[in-house]
């Protein structure tokens, strides 16, 4: 009997920013149930833009430097990154597709995001996008 699959989730920028800041928030409790439940994918793009955004000055009212790298430490540990040999151009916000691009080319099954822009693509060649709240009620 095979192990089951875990599912492949791609995870929006400002939602792990969400949960850096205030771990207690329902986008907090999405990356929680993704990290627990599936692996977590990145690309060395969306990648530095987490480190770019958390290590901006006004961040320091909520961490400081030392727990964002710690936040950023722990997240690499349970990290899968994704190669991206093709652009996707899909998003009514060009920057957003880079989200897309990690999920199709590492077989996401969702992506979480409070993002309109991507959520108004839902489903995206068959990758749910969900707000978290929405993917806190998925089974």
């Known amino acids: 009997m095979r192990p089951e699959r875990r599912p492949r989730a791609v995870i929006d920028t400002n939602v792990l920013v969400s949960q850096a800041i205030r771990p207690s928030s329902i986008p907090a ?3 929680e149930k993704a990290a627990s439940t599936a ?3 990145f690309s060395a793009v969306t990648w ?3 480190e770019e955004v958390l290590s901006r000055r006004k961040f320091d009212a909520y961490l400081d430097a030392s727990a964002r790298k710690n936040f950023l430490q ?3 540990t349970i990290a899968i990154f994704i190669d991206i040999p093709a652009r996707i151009v899909a998003c009514r916000d ?3 597709d880079k989200f897309l691009e990690v999920a199709v080319h590492g077989h996401a099954d969702l992506i979480v995001t409070g993002d309109e822009d991507l959520l108004a693509l839902h489903p995206f060649r068959g990758i749910a996008i969900l707000t978290p709240s ?3 009620g998925r089974e």
């Open 48 to 50: 530095a833009e987490l």
């Open 134 to 136: 929405d993917y806190l």
């Open 29 to 31: 409790l999405a990356v």
């Open 39 to 41: 692996r977590l994918l």
């Open 94 to 96: 060009p920057r957003d």
């Open 74 to 76: 722990d997240l690499r």
